[in-house]
């Protein structure tokens, strides 16, 4: 019988940030007790990752009194005065794992490829099908060009034909992909298609590749199994990406469990989360290079990365994607044009910088919106139930249906959305990220808002997912309670009618019934946000919406439901979806001055 | 004594540089270990494959995939010429044939039964690798290239566009906080590097491209300009492939920014000599900055910068603030107090109280760059 864990010594090395948590055993369960953070050293003059996981430490050791390192070591276990039990870290520094995909028809054995890549925390830089329009000598160019970390090769049913998935092998071998980091070993390539092509594909790649097979990500159209492919993508990223980079080595020695991919981390915590909640979930990441969106809809789990919609990294490429313009309609006042763009290009060559003025807030915080507004468009698309299923269709047919398969994304079903990633977790008042979570992701009928305070999801879901029989169970129930008692923190609730509405009109009444049996009423007109504060406490909810107007039960229909309040509390925007601004600035300005003041976003002063 | 990682920029005076010339494939090295190099010296040479060409010869036959051996009138690794027959039916009784020739001259480098297709490789491309600076080499790296080893000035940029460049260096801002105008660059800087001070307008860019100037470092630019120099919105810091005739480093940022003075004067020290810059930049995984390598007269070979590592910011250390407000100020750190402080933005964090011209103020450490002169 091995001795309870005691201490906890998780980190995340972050693109930008690295990010070290505490977890200690108090009275009767796992509390967060400290955490520390300093930028990530993969950058010169360093270029070693351990020297930012020692620096955070060290600020964990400064705040808790407790000594966990001797030297740049960490104390491994706890003595009782000085260490810990054990160290676990995540990663998405070095660029994380960038994996290219192959499938035979773009939206299904691709798109299956591209899920499970995703699902196991990695970047897909492109997605080859022998039906993406590309000649073969161009997807060569493609390949060499791109110098993937490892690629997974899928396509065709099993027992179906083999000629497809071969064509895409053959391809592969004619580019002889050279991996991304290391000259001198060959490149991971993890094939997952039709069984009865295994041997040739043996033949064709075993000699210039280093080629892991797997089951068949597709075995029947009706069917996707992901599994096989998403732990062969984890043990690929330990053995080949992590060893490559700078510092890795001796990181990965410190470890007690194998470093994941951070997004890996997140997505399995999210998914644990709605599983044993049994609800609708949205979770969102924004970092410095991606923004990574996480769902769970009708039972399904899916994962985007938007690889280059991010607040340090990418944000210039936020800019270029959603326009100036579209940045600025969310800044109330008005700025040189030039003189911002100039501000945010020195925020991507510089980007670990945060922001000292107000002004800078608010402008990174209108990018922030853009950002996670076109990363939820991606997602949008790609979340979608199994695309070419129909039987009685033929695969010809399913060939030109590629939008046949239906967004999971249902707004209105959504029960909690769930924000993570510095902008987010990091903002200096809880109503700006409740404002910018709405106004990205622009939630319908009624939603739970929370962020991630400190991002922990990724130590926590690194934690989850420790395989070692002894420390199994601890860390299991560590992150569990983390997760409950200060991983969380629960903003409040969004109420918002939806349908056709003129300007300022009524859209629904809600009658709020509290725990000590008061009742309060109140109107929700179009245009309108208005905030109440209220904690983390139950609310009996009636609302009744006028005719056209939807909150959950149909147009028009009745909704009794229980909601909870939070650090900003309930939350009743009435400005329909999508929100849409005035193109007059003084109009625009006003409503978001406005908007601004009904949930206390800004401090008062000249500018709000 | 409280101290705190930062990243800084190299300035340094004196080092030695060392550099991976590697080619992309492995290869021949044609130099040995000591040799002395120009920049223009060849130190290693290979050849990349060619493209290929895929032919769907049993699709094109009508045949079945595993019949496309019969019909095959070559084998592999057999040299084809453009217009050669590939493959060609039996036809019925000698006549109505059909055929598949080679689309170029190359190689047939496989044959598929499975899919019916061939594989036709076209002559390999020629790849060679230069010195880029001037030196000795200092080791080779087997098949694959040479580390070279130079004494130099090195400075780095923050931001830069355009590959690698070499030229003279040619002072024309006289101070670093001078914008170098486009009146200021005339045809005789052919082939040269320009030192410029704090800005550099697109025209004046433009006319150093029209003038093929081999480079220009000065402090800033506008970022709004690089789409009208690189066709396109600029979203990842990643460059060095722009087939451009003038490299560009920016030593300080996005705007109009005094050039450090450690930079400036470095760079006004080599006047006239011969430097290699590379404007390549990569902000993300492995970090790439753009870079000014000016080879200084060997004899005394003491390294002043490796010997040292870097410690980060301390109390006395001279720092730069990099965003505003305050943007490009240079100050002198009075003290790293421990607790968290809240900012006009109500954001709680670490700070560093700084001297900026006589003035004792607060500034997020995050916003703080160390100057790293010897």
Redesign the interface.
């Known amino acids: 019988m091995s001795k309870k864990i005691k201490s906890i010594l998780a980190t995340d090395c972050g693109s930008t940030t690295t990010k070290a948590v505490l977890i200690e055993w108090k009275e009767d369960r796992y509390r967060l007790t400290f955490r520390g953070e300093a930028p990530t050293t993969v950058e010169a003059p360093f270029e070693d990752v351990t020297k930012g996981v020692l620096n955070a430490v060290m600020e964990v050791e400064e705040l808790s009194g407790r000594t966990i390192l001797d030297g740049d070591k960490i104390i491994t276990p706890d003595d009782g005065s000085k260490g810990v039990d054990i160290y676990v870290s995540t990663s998405s520094a070095g660029g994380g794992l960038q994996m290219m995909v192959a499938g035979v028809v773009k939206s299904m054995s691709g798109e299956s490829a591209e899920r499970a890549a995703l699902g196991a925390g990695s970047i897909v830089m492109d997605v080859l099908a022998s039906n993406d329009g590309r000649l073969p000598h161009e997807k060569i160019t493609r390949i060499r060009q791109l110098r993937p970390d490892m690629i997974l090769l899928s396509g065709g049913t099993d027992g179906g034909t083999t000629t497809h998935v071969m064509e895409l092998a053959e391809i592969l071998a004619a580019a002889n992909p050279r991996p991304r980091l290391g000259q001198n070993y060959k490149l991971p390539v993890i094939y997952a298609g039709n069984k009865k092509a295994q041997d040739s594909i043996r033949e064709t790649l075993g000699e210039i590749s280093d080629l892991d097979i797997v089951d068949n990500i597709r075995p029947v159209l009706e069917q996707e199994n992901l599994e096989p492919s998403r732990d062969k993508i984890h043990d690929l990223f330990m053995e080949h990406v992590m060893a490559q980079a700078p510092g890795y080595k001796k990181l990965m020695s410190w470890t007690d469990a194998p470093i994941m991919p951070t997004p890996g981390a997140v997505g399995s915590l999210i998914e644990m989360i709605a599983k044993k909640e049994n609800i609708s979930v949205v979770g969102v990441d924004i970092g410095g290079a991606t923004t990574d969106i996480f769902s769970v809809f009708e039972g399904k789990f899916n994962r985007t990365v938007s690889a280059n919609l991010g607040m340090s990294y990418s944000i210039c490429n936020v800019l270029a994607e959603s326009g100036l313009d579209n940045v600025l309609r969310w800044v109330p006042f008005d700025i040189d044009r030039s003189e911002l763009t100039n501000r945010i290009g020195n925020k991507m060559i510089r980007p670990t910088t945060v922001p000292q003025s107000l002004e800078e807030l608010v402008i990174e915080q209108a990018i922030a919106r853009e950002a996670l507004r076109l990363s939820f468009i991606q997602h949008k698309e790609f979340a979608t139930s199994l695309k070419g299923v129909q039987s009685e269709r033929t695969i010809s047919d399913a060939f030109e249906q590629s939008s046949s398969g239906q967004s999971l994304v249902n707004m209105m079903d959504l029960d909690l959305l769930v924000g993570s990633g510095g902008v987010l977790s990091h903002a200096p008042r809880r109503q700006q990220s409740a404002r910018m979570l709405i106004d990205a992701f622009m939630p319908e009928g009624i939603t739970q808002l929370a962020v991630d305070s400190i991002f922990m999801m990724p130590q926590l879901g690194v934690l989850a997912n420790i395989d070692k029989d002894e420390l199994k169970e601890d860390a299991s129930q560590a992150a569990l309670e983390v997760f409950d008692n200060d991983c969380l923190i629960r903003l409040g609730t969004c109420l918002t009618p939806v349908g056709n509405a003129k300007p300022n009109s009524k859209m629904a009444d809600v009658t709020l019934t509290f725990g000590d049996g008061s009742v309060k009423e109140i109107e929700i007109n179009e245009g309108s946000l208005e905030m109440m504060e209220h904690p983390y406490e139950e609310v009996k909810v009636n609302i009744k919406p006028v005719r056209g107007i939807d909150v959950g039960a149909g147009k028009g229909e009745e909704l009794e439901s229980v909601i909870y309040g939070g650090v900003v509390g309930l939350i009743f925007d009435g400005r329909n979806r999508p929100i849409t601004l005035s193109k007059e600035s003084d109009q625009r300005i006003d409503s978001l001055l406005n908007w601004s003041k009904a949930v206390d976003e800004y401090p008062k002063g000249e500018m709000f | 004594m409280a101290h ?5 920029l ?1 300035v340094l005076k004196k080092t030695i540089f060392k550099k991976e010339r ?1 080619l ?3 290869g021949d090295v044609l130099v040995k270990s000591g040799d002395q190099l120009t920049p223009d010296t060849i130190v290693a040479s290979t050849n990349l ?1 060619g ?4 032919l769907k010869v049993s699709n094109i036959l009508n045949i079945d ?1 595993k019949d496309v051996v019969e019909a095959l009138k070559v084998k592999e690794r057999q040299e084809v010429k453009k217009g050669d027959i590939i493959a060609e039916t039996s036809g019925i009784f000698g006549m109505f044939k059909s055929s598949v020739e080679s689309p170029v001259d190359g190689t047939i ?2 044959i ?1 039964q ?2 019916g ?1 061939v ?1 036709v ?1 076209e002559a390999p491309i020629p790849v060679e690798v230069d010195a880029y600076v001037s030196g000795v080499v200092d080791e080779i790296v087997e098949n ?1 290239g040479i580390v070279l080893k130079s004494n130099a000035a090195f400075i ?1 940029g ?2 830069g566009i355009a590959g690698e460049k070499r030229g003279d260096l040619l002072l024309v801002s006289s101070g670093p906080g001078e914008e170098l105008t486009a009146d200021q660059i005339t045809a005789d800087m052919k082939g040269k590097i320009l030192i410029g001070g704090s800005f550099l307008s697109l025209d004046a860019y433009k006319k150093a491209l029209s003038v093929q100037v081999a480079g220009i470092v000065v402090g800033g630019f ?3 300009d690089l789409k009208a120099v690189l066709g396109y ?5 990643i460059t060095g492939t722009e087939k451009l005739n003038t490299a560009l480093i920016v030593t300080e ?3 109009s920014i005094p050039m450090s003075e450690a930079t400036f004067s470095l760079l006004k020290e080599n006047d006239g000599k011969a430097a290699s810059i590379n404007g390549a ?1 990569q ?5 790439i ?1 753009p870079e000014i390598v000016i080879p200084i007269d060997a004899g005394n070979t003491d390294d002043d910068s490796s010997s040292k590592m ?1 410690e980060g910011i301390q109390e006395g250390s001279t720092v730069r603030v ?4 305050n ?1 490009g100020k240079i100050g002198k750190v009075i003290s790293l107090p ?1 607790e968290l402080n809240k ?7 670490r700070v560093a109280e700084i001297n900026i011209d006589g003035k004792n103020i607060l ?2 450490r ?2 703080l ?1 160390m100057v ?1 002169t010897e």
């Open positions: 705190s990682y930062t990243p800084g190299k590697i992309p494939l492995k494959p493209n290929v060409q895929m995939p480098e496989s598929s499975s899919t297709r594989v490789r694959e780095q923050i931001f506008n970022y709004y919105n600029l979203g990842v810091a940022g996005y705007g930049t902000i993300r995984a492995g970090v900055r870097p990099i965003r505003s407000p943007f421990a900012m006009e933005s109500e954001t709680m964090v500034i997020p995050a916003n760059e790293e």
